[in-house]
């Protein structure tokens, strides 16, 4: 199964980086053979009666351990196949390969109409395969249960709510204060200059060098959108985009996949290919990337580390700059339409309004027709801006293409997380700042690989917050590092 | 089984272009089991009993259409894999792609005893493949087969012997006559100089678009060693590496990849997967290949169009350099130590010793260990230099590491019938020079698209040599065509 999957996620990443223009018909063939090979193997009779012979065993009787972790695990996923039709596997992985292409094309062609039959069709599936695993009305959550098992949509809403309440009050606060707190003499936008493409390649790469990322066991790529990809046990590929014009795009996209990487690279390669060896929930993955982005990246402390790094390498551009005009930018607060660029603030209303819409397309009270006036509506009344285009707005984002509805959740709850984590690392290793001004960033990996990555899918996301910082998903830690981030210091 | 092999293709390319230096063994599991998923297919009784059925019908009663072209190449190939043992198959795909990659780290090192015990492996398994397929003493004719079927090891003997006996007179006296006409005024070495990757790349792209490849459906790449991979009916990727300091490299390299490249976008789509859909045999994509390298790209008309393409893109560089001047020196011939780097005439003594030296060691009367000695012992005899190294010698090539036992005679069957092709393509339509210098280059692609590209796997090499020149292989047109490469026209 894991070599299915990883053959699988080759001719997926291929997709998204260097597939010609015409090929995605026959990548979509590939995609749905390999789909429907690892859904014949989870629900081979095999597999059941294993399961079933390892169900009283002695070999898991500890519930932590590796076998326990893969027992429970495979029966999950095995669980969730046997509920599904063979056909509607197949036509998930060629329906979305080519959806995706088609997104790509209205994007470039910013054309919501070009695309919206092919979201109606992979609305369908989602439906059909939602209508199989549901144990409730709720189509919602069995979806989101691929990403976030052990997550019901109720407990979501919830911690959603709290969020988005202390933000209303919490935004505008920021963005008076930050406003007050501005200098007279500071440049706007020092990231914003000509940074040529081959020396931004240059810069990311050595950044991740430094930051930990092995490239004897990775890469860097170019996509359209930002990703990572983790082909093997030592294949983890992330792909960033360049904008030369702005450097921000870049760096923030790689400090993000980074983040994804060094989780991947961190796993326990021994058991690669089962439970115990792969991410705990997309969530905590989506924790360790924003903590590398935001909580390592926006930091005054790495500025220190990284400016001199950045003025060496695009002569004459940030002349003058100081690590406090650039650390003050980069954690400025200012709702825009665009979600990757987003501030660390505004950026949970992004995904907030994200949830809400593709529950309302599930449950089938939006239309694929009508999504782009919803989306334009509601961050009028979420963010107060309204995108220019479709391209700027409702074609943003690749996942519904890609049927990964129940996926955008994950990146707040990451948020949440790695604010909760950051919190408890700080405490244990001590002032983390002063080692990134200083270039040392091992201290903080070796402490998430043993806290987090060695455990592979020992946890589930509240799980592991309840076992790492002591208290289940809490929204707290998060707010109250957003209201002192980029704050002028006592 | 198209979904199969055209996966396996995808991660052969991206190991030979992409992978991370750890990542080869995690590879060689995913080929492996893929090499089985196709092998099982293969050899299902279904499969039998289907062609079986299809035996006396009258839908393969033409012996020439799609349908009986399928069955026989069907038959062909199933009839070799019943032969070869499933744990042969995995064995194989794996320790080939180790080997591969331990033959470019020997390679980077310069240490063939560190490539040595790897070759030793291949060596066991493809002389065990050869056992399990051979129909007689001759354990080569089995491994020749499976690249040219239809050949046998003896033709294959006369023919490379007439053509040995042919350029042992003919270099010496081409290398005098060249000397004879160097004008004093001309500068060795015109395509030396200071050529920027980033360049040499956008010319490179735009030569092959200029020629007829299509991007929509295929891509240029950069790799260790230059090759061209057929992904699917719509993805065709060629792959070149480049030489700052020597124009040449890149430029030749592209000509013969872009050969392959255009045959393989010209093949029939609407048989994909199938042999109708497939190319001739490897002599006839080779014969494409050194067509375009050779027939274009080292005429006089050919140069008169790219010359100032090429000053245009690097200027400054072959100042004042007239088309005369480049297209005599990249038909000098000089003897050189690279199979890749060889003119046109010498070309053809790499690959006889290569045929004779891989003869040898699949017979088991060449040890592993002995082969540098025996290589450089038979450059010095054939080709008058011995290699400074074995990174410069026998570590050249991967073909072996590969387990590609039978494949390098198809580089010199394919340049015997590319100089036939030519010859008539030549007659059919005109003076294609005049063609070439004005830029026009369809025509000669659309004839061999009609009399070669779309007939897929209709004809052997011989029978195609027999259908479109009237006579089987023959080295003469070649050997004609040398004779005159290069010369002072009248």
């Not at 439906?127 to 052990?150: H, S, V, W």
């Amino acid at each position: 199964m894991a070599l299915v999957a990883s053959s699988q996620e080759l001719l997926a990443w291929d997709e998204l980086t260097l597939l010609p223009e015409e090929a995605s018909e026959h990548r979509g063939r590939q995609l749905a053979w390999l789909a429907c090979r690892h859904h014949d193997l989870l629900v081979d009779p095999r597999l059941q009666s294993w399961l079933a012979e390892l169900a009283g065993s002695p070999l898991i009787a500890d519930a932590h351990c590796a076998a326990a972790i893969n027992v429970r695990e495979m029966r999950r996923q095995r669980e969730r196949h046997v509920r599904l039709p063979r056909r509607l596997i197949e036509e998930l992985a060629s329906v979305t390969t080519l959806a995706q292409h088609e997104w790509q094309v209205a994007r470039r062609k910013n054309d919501y109409r070009h695309f919206q039959p092919w979201l109606d069709r992979v609305l369908v599936l989602k439906r059909e395969e939602a209508r199989a695993l549901a144990e409730g009305p709720d189509l919602y959550a069995p979806l989101l249960a691929e990403y976030e098992p052990g997550l019901t949509t109720e407990e979501l809403r919830v911690l959603f709510a709290e969020l988005q309440a202390e933000l209303a009050a919490l935004v505008p606060e920021l963005v008076q204060r930050q406003a007050r707190e501005a200098r007279p003499t500071e440049r706007p936008a020092l990231l914003r200059g000509s940074f040529p493409q081959l020396a931004q390649e240059a810069l990311c790469t050595s950044i991740a060098a430094d930051l930990g990322f092995d490239f004897r066991r990775g890469r860097l790529n170019t996509a359209v959108h930002p990703f990572t990809s983790h082909l093997g046990p030592h294949d983890c590929r992330l792909a960033i985009r360049y904008d030369e014009g702005n450097l921000r795009e870049a760096l923030y996209a790689l400090l993000h996949e980074l983040g994804h990487g060094l989780y991947d690279q961190g796993l326990p390669t021994e058991h690669y290919g089962m439970p115990a060896g792969e991410a705990a929930s997309l969530s905590v993955h989506e924790a360790i990337a924003r903590l590398w982005e935001n909580a390592v990246g926006r930091s005054l402390g790495f500025w220190h580390w990284l400016l001199p790094r950045v003025q060496a390498a695009f002569p004459g551009q940030l002349a003058g700059a100081r690590p406090e005009d650039v650390w003050r930018e980069v954690n400025r607060v200012r709702a825009g339409v665009n979600r990757v660029a987003a501030d660390e603030a505004t950026y949970n209303l992004h995904i907030i309004l994200r949830f809400e819409l593709e529950q309302s397309l599930v449950a089938g009270d939006l239309r694929a027709g009508d999504l782009p006036a919803a989306w334009n509506e509601r961050y009028r009344q979420l963010l107060g801006v309204v995108p220019a285009s479709d391209r700027e707005g409702v074609l943003q984002d690749g996942h519904w293409a890609a049927g990964m509805f129940g996926y955008f959740p994950t990146y707040t709850i990451g948020n949440v997380l790695a604010a909760q984590l950051y919190a408890v690392a700080s405490a244990d290793i001590g002032n983390l700042e002063d080692q990134f001004a200083a270039g040392e960033f091992q201290p903080l990996q070796g402490w998430l690989s043993s806290r987090v990555f060695q455990h592979g899918k020992r946890f589930t996301t509240s799980g592991l917050a309840q076992a790492v910082c002591g208290t289940p998903l809490d929204s707290r830690p998060l707010v109250s590092r957003l209201r002192s981030a980029g704050a002028d210091r006592p």
